[in-house]
Each structure stands twice: as C-alpha cells, then as structure tokens.
C-alpha cells in the first residue's frame, strides 16, 4: 500500500503542483484527490447559493483524478487524522509513520497564545498584504476571523480575502509588527449570502523581513506540512503548528480548495509576544486596565461564585436574587446594588443593565460582572462618585439573561465559538425576537385616531395569543416581563456584542415588509441623547483610526443609529420595554467581537466603564416627583403623567413617585388619576445635573368622595341624595 501511496506523491508533481492540484499533507504522503484541475466559469453573483460544481486552479490544463480503490479499509484506518476535524474541534499534527511503520507521535500542544488580534481589529489594515485579490471588497484586510459580509456581493465589504481566480500561488500575509511567537491558525471561509467560497488545505510559512521565508515543516519527514482547513464557510477550525515559530511575519498559502469555488478564506493567528532585548522594535502598547478585578471569563459556577464574593465583600450595598430559571433550569441571578437592597426607596429610580441576550456575546456578561466588582470596591474605597451612585439609585445587573446559550458557547472557546453557536436559547428561540409586539396594535390604533383618548399610549397589555399556555414564549423571555412589572425601572441598557454602535427604539419598521426604515418613538430626543452619551464616553467608539467592524460604518454618524433605520427587529426588549413600562432602553453593540479573548478584557473594561456609569447618571435627566392626595398627603399610585406635545406618558410607582426623562426644555405636564382632577403645571429641564423636581397635588372628584363614603358604610346627607335624585330624573 505505501508502495502505492509513495508513487501517486511521485506523480503528482509532473502532472503540477498548482494550489488547486493535490499537495503534500502533514505525513508527507499525497492528499485524497478533492478537486479537479480545470477551467471552469464560476457560478454568477445573484444565482441561488448552491455549492458549486467545479474549481479553477489556474494552473493545469489537465484533468488529474486519482481514485484509492484497493485496500480501502486500510487507507481509511491510516487516515483517520487527515479528516477535517468535526466542527470547533482543534486539528492537531497528523500521526506520521514512518517506513518501517513505526508510529512517531507528536507531543501535546494546547493553544496557549491567545489571538493576535485580527477579529478584534487589534491588527490594523496595513498589516495584511495579499499576493492578489479578486475585489477591493476582497483585499487581505477582510480576511479576519467572522468578520461579515453586506447583502450585496461585489461592494466594498465582502466577507472574506478571496484571491484572482488566475492567481496561481495565492498567499495572504499579516505583519506582527514585532517578533512573536505563533502556535496556530483559526479559519474559515467566505461569509456570503450568495457564493461558497473556502479553503480545504493551506501551507504556512514566516520570515522576518517578508523576503526570505521558511515553512513549517512535519517533525519527522522534514517536508512542508499541509493542514487540514474547511469544510463550510462558517465554522472555525483551529490548527496547532507541529513548532511553534518565533518570526514577524506569518503566510497562509491556500493549497486546495472548494470545486468551482475561489480560495477565500478568514483567519485568526495564535501568537505569543517574546522579549526585544534590543529594543529593536517599537515597543508594543500594554493591553488594559489597572483596577484590581477578575478579568477572565466566568462560566455559569464560576458566575455564581463571583457574585457570591462580591456579595460577602458589600453586604451593605449588594443582594443576589433571581428573576426565574432558562429551559435546562439555570437560575437569572440579579446583583442589586443599592444603599438600601432589598427595597424601593420612595423619590429613587430603578436602573438595569442586561446582557447574555445572545449566549455567544459574551463581552455584555463579562462587563457586568467586573462593574459590580468594582463598584463594591470603589464604594469601600469612598469614591464619591460611585458613592453618590449608589445612594441615590437602585442598580440591577443581569449578567447572563440566557445562560443556556453561553454555556454552549463557552465549551466551543472564545476563537472557536464562530458567529452564531450559543445565540439562541436551548429551544432555538432568537430571545430579541421573542417579546410581545406592541408597535403594531399601537400604530394601528394610530391611524384609526384612537390614541390616546381611546387606546392609551403607553403600557400596553399584552395581547391575548401571548398569553396562551402554547404560546412561543421562552422562560427566560417571560422571566424578564415579570421582572419589568415587578419593578418600576426608569432606565435600562440591554448589552450585545458583534459591532461596536448604539442602536435606540424603534427597533421594528413600521412599514409592514420593510427590511429598515427610520422610525423614532415619539421620545427621539431622549432615546437620541442617551444613545450620543454611551457612544461619546466609549474609548473604542471614539477612536478617530479604527475601522468599520464588518459592513457599515456606522462613525459617519456619531456611532448611533436607529433600530429600525438599522434593521428590521420585531419583538425587540427595546420596544416591548418602552410601550409595556416606563422604561427607556437602548442597546449598545460592545465589539466587534462577540467573544473575545480573555487577554482583551482589560482593554475591553478601559473601553466601556466610564461609558457604563456615565449612562447610570442619565437616569436624574428630566423631571421627577411624586403625586400625592391632597387632603390625605399619600402617594397617588399608576398616576398618568403626561407632557404636552410628547405622545408617550409614564405613570407613578405604587408610593406615588414617578420620574420622567426629558432633555433640556421648558414643559407643560399634567398629571391625572382616576378619581382625582387633573391638574396641570410648568417644569424647566436645565443642564444643570437633576433631575428637577415637579411635584404634583392632585383633589378627589365629588363622585370620588362619594364612592369612598359608601364603601365606608357613611349615610348620604339628604341634600346629597336629593341632589342624585334630581340628577338621575334627568337622565330618565
């Protein structure tokens, strides 16, 4: 059987060692024939996205078929490692035998060096080069690991660096600016709604100065290893180096790829800084913050036990809770932070932060759980901003809404999680889509002129289908609605991951069909202001050099945008949160990395904590107070607070206090209670730091007074009844 393997490897230069002819594999020995040496016309852009049926190598005019008929179990048994791996699995070095058949195993490796940076946009565009590229839109600086394409082939942001299809020795090169040390490669293939473009086997070479190069080679046969690469366009495949190479500079040279495809691929590097003793480089610029917090990633145990920690450390200001349990039973632990846990304090707003929506955008979760570290230690400290925070509001972070999701996610690893493994929850519910649509009973109420004489405009009922015993409705999605109406939250951010942007409500068009449409809430202004404040105090948003994340760069205007204006999300937490209760949300897309490594973290909180409590104070923007009865002094509860010219009103809390978010202005608010008559006043919003307080005292209504005398068991004076005697005479 060697015999024959050894004269097919024997053959296969003189009939080319084009990139898309079989090359050499990690055991030295000929690849299974997988594509075909020929010209073939690759499949047109707007055809439907079927795999094509050949492949272009550019490099032969022959076709070269080789077939393994005879000792066909034998082959399959030796080849068992040459398989591409199953999906996320890591494809270590091959077994090589040697020709006496003795095995020459190759020694453990774990892939310790954490990313280089290319998903992360720590690389920067300048450090790609490319021998060739079928399309700006191609170039080598789109060939980061999950990075994505637009709807449209062709434009400047396609989901991959794909080579000409005339490019005989297609390569795709990154700089590290600095010697480093590589262990691995991470890729993929072409992300696209309309072509399977990917790479199935790829050489690697290095070099220090881009002109000489050396590969990496198989330990025992000394020739150049060829690693195992894609199967699909979306799922990542790691492979180790059989040595881990110290150089500047590191090649991928695609070898074979997809029939009637192009050789497209996107990568992350696996690469350890080592020491410049000379200095002969620029040194590189430290990762990272300086706060004394745990900065790495937290499964659901290792969660628990650090909100359990932050707990024992502030008992005073901290209290855990859950909210309800996801599908496989994992609790949704709360962390309050507050002077007083536990209780509503009367005049002082509740704020909430969640994340985990989507299990694989673990940045959210992270963040949470390093801002409850540290305001537990801040506050210890005295810090007196972080001290005026706690006193005066009542914080709740939601790290993980479904846990479900990120244990999938984190099993997979952060490099090799790929784009969408852990979004759902474990009954494939996409948990954004899953609230109640409110926009459209209310639009339709809209057109018909009933609101808000007829249909109110704020906290809207659910509709009935959703509250049906088989209605789609995921735990963890009616664990959060419970919450929300349990608690009279002002203020809320929900945390996401995979752009770096804030999007704010509307998040569904309001033209029926339409994939995007700018469509604003009645409170634009504020919804505009909250999302300008995240956006303006996040380090990465605000940098002048970083480049788009994947499709749109969304910098040209301020790093906001509106939901809906973005695209289309039906029952989104945003909207349901803002027609259900009085709560403002926005969502804030974190990083361009949905997970990124544990070593970006610091950087990670550097980027986002003063955009994290700077968005807390938002919530003492507007006006507050508290409406009470005027004879007996109690709060008024679910009192109607309304601003004119703002078709949106809020209501008070169960003591009577209510707070309204409003950008700098002069009002005319009116507040109304069943029973009571409406009374009607001026408030100024300042840029002074408020909010400013407009209280309101509201008198019953004779009829009001009336039912509570007869439900107190009083008799009716006779002129009283008299009076309703004559009243009802006239209505007969």
């Keep these: 059987?060697?015999?024959?393997?050894?004269?097919?490897?024997?053959?296969?230069?003189?009939?080319?060692?084009?990139?898309?002819?079989?090359?050499?594999?990690?055991?030295?020995?000929?690849?299974?024939?997988t594509t075909?040496?020929?010209?073939?016309?690759?499949?047109?852009?707007?055809?439907?996205?079927?795999?094509?049926?050949?492949?272009?190598?550019?490099?032969?005019?022959?076709?070269?078929?080789?077939?393994?008929?005879?000792?066909?179990?034998?082959?399959?048994?030796?080849?068992?490692?040459?398989?591409?791996?199953s999906p996320l699995v890591t494809a270590r070095p091959t077994v090589t035998t040697s020709p006496a058949g003795a095995l020459d195993l190759p020694k453990e490796q774990e892939p310790g060096c954490p990313p280089l940076g290319l998903e992360s946009l720590r690389v920067s565009d300048y450090q790609f080069e490319a021998s060739s590229s079928q399309s700006f839109g191609l170039g080598p600086h789109r060939g980061r690991l999950n990075i994505q394409s637009g709807l449209e082939d062709g434009d400047l942001y396609d989901g991959a660096w794909c080579a000409e299809q005339q490019d005989a020795e297609p390569w795709l090169q990154v700089d590290a600016r600095h010697p480093t040390r590589f262990s691995g490669i991470i890729t993929q293939g072409r992300n696209s709604v309309w072509r399977y473009d990917w790479v199935t086997s790829y050489k690697v070479q290095f070099s220090n100065d881009s002109r000489n190069w050396w590969g990496s080679r198989n330990r025992s046969s000394g020739m150049d290893a060829i690693f195992p690469a894609n199967s699909d366009p979306e799922t990542p495949v790691l492979n180790l180096l059989p040595e881990p190479q110290v150089a500047r500079f590191i090649r991928l040279l695609p070898q074979t790829w997809l029939q009637g495809g192009a050789s497209c691929l996107r990568a992350e590097i696996l690469a350890c800084p080592v020491s410049d003793p000379n200095g002969l480089f620029p040194e590189a610029s430290a990762l990272g913050s300086s706060d004394p917090l745990d900065f790495q990633h937290h499964n659901y145990k290792a969660m628990r036990k650090l909100m359990k920690q932050v707990n024992e450390q502030c008992p005073n200001i901290t209290r855990i809770y859950s909210i309800g349990?996801?599908?496989?039973?994992?609790?949704?632990?709360?962390?309050?932070?507050?002077?007083?846990?536990?209780?509503?304090?009367?005049?002082?707003?509740?704020?909430?932060?969640?994340?985990?929506?989507?299990?694989?955008?673990?940045?959210?979760?992270?963040?949470?759980?390093?801002?409850?570290?540290?305001?537990?230690?801040?506050?210890?400290?005295?810090?007196?901003?972080?001290?005026?925070?706690?006193?005066?509001?009542?914080?709740?972070?939601?790290p993980s809404m479904n846990p479900d999701g990120y244990e999938t996610a984190f099993r997979r690893g952060s490099e090799l999680v790929g784009w969408a493994e852990g979004r759902w929850n474990h009954q494939g519910i996409d948990l954004n889509h899953n609230f109640a649509d409110l926009n459209t009973p209310l639009w339709e109420a809209e057109d018909d002129g009933l609101v808000p004489d007829t249909v109110p405009n704020h906290h809207l009922p659910l509709p009935t289908y959703y509250t049906l015993p088989n209605a789609t409705v995921a735990p963890e999605t009616r664990a959060v609605i419970e919450w929300m109406e349990r608690i009279p939250f002002v203020l809320s951010a929900n945390l996401h991951g995979g752009e770096l942007v804030?999007?704010?409500?509307?998040?569904?068009?309001?033209?029926?069909?339409?994939?995007?449409?700018?469509?604003?809430?009645?409170?634009?202004?504020?919804?505009?202001?909250?999302?300008?404040?995240?956006?303006?105090?996040?380090?990465a948003m605000q940098d002048p050099d970083r480049r788009p994340c994947h499709s749109q760069d969304f910098s040209l205007h301020g790093n906001v945008i509106n939901g809906a204006d973005w695209h289309t999300v039906p029952g989104s937490m945003n909207d349901f949160?803002?027609?259900?209760?009085?709560?403002?949300?926005?969502?804030?897309?974190?990083?361009?990395?949905?997970?990124?490594?544990?070593?970006?973290?610091?950087q990670e909180w550097e980027n986002n904590k003063d955009a994290l409590l700077t968005y807390l104070e938002q919530v003492r923007m507007g006006i507050a107070g508290i409406v009470r009865d005027k004879d007996t002094e109690l709060g008024i509860a679910d009192a109607v607070i309304a601003v004119d010219g703002i078709n949106h009103d809020v209501t008070t809390a169960w003591g009577g206090d209510y707070w309204r978010l409003l950008t700098p202005g002069d009002y005319v608010v009116t507040a109304s209670a069943e029973g009571y008559h409406t009374v009607t006043r001026s408030c100024r919003v300042t840029f002074e730091e408020g909010p400013v307080p407009c209280n309101f005292h509201l008198t019953k209504t004779p009829k009001q007074r009336l039912r509570e005398l007869l439900a107190a068991g009083a008799k009716v004076p006779p002129d009283l009844r008299r009076r309703l005697e004559r009243l009802r005479g006239q209505k007969d």
């Design 502 to 539: 804030v999007s704010y409500p509307f998040d569904m068009t309001r033209t029926p069909w339409a994939a995007r449409e700018l469509t604003p809430t009645a409170d634009d202004a504020v919804f505009r202001w909250l999302s300008t404040v995240y956006a303006g105090t996040n380090r």
């Design 1 to 33: 059987m060697w015999g024959l393997l050894l004269a097919l490897a024997a053959f296969a230069p003189a009939v080319g060692q084009g990139l898309g002819a079989p090359g050499t594999s990690v055991l030295g020995l000929e690849l299974p024939a």
């Design 36 to 85: 075909e040496a020929r010209i073939s016309t690759p499949a047109p852009r707007s055809s439907p996205a079927l795999p094509p049926a050949g492949k272009d190598n550019g490099t032969s005019k022959h076709h070269v078929r080789i077939r393994i008929i005879k000792k066909k179990k034998v082959i399959m048994k030796k080849r068992k490692k040459l398989t591409p791996p």
């Design 325 to 398: 349990k996801s599908h496989q039973g994992l609790k949704l632990y709360v962390m309050e932070m507050s002077d007083q846990p536990g209780e509503h304090e009367l005049g002082e707003p509740e704020v909430r932060y969640v994340a985990g929506m989507h299990g694989n955008e673990a940045l959210g979760r992270e963040l949470l759980l390093l801002l409850m570290q540290f305001l537990c230690h801040e506050f210890l400290r005295g810090d007196p901003r972080v001290t005026r925070l706690l006193t005066e509001t009542r914080i709740h972070l939601l």
């Design 577 to 602: 949160s803002y027609l259900h209760t009085n709560c403002f949300e926005i969502t804030v897309e974190l990083s361009c990395d949905k997970f990124p490594h544990e070593n970006e973290l610091r």
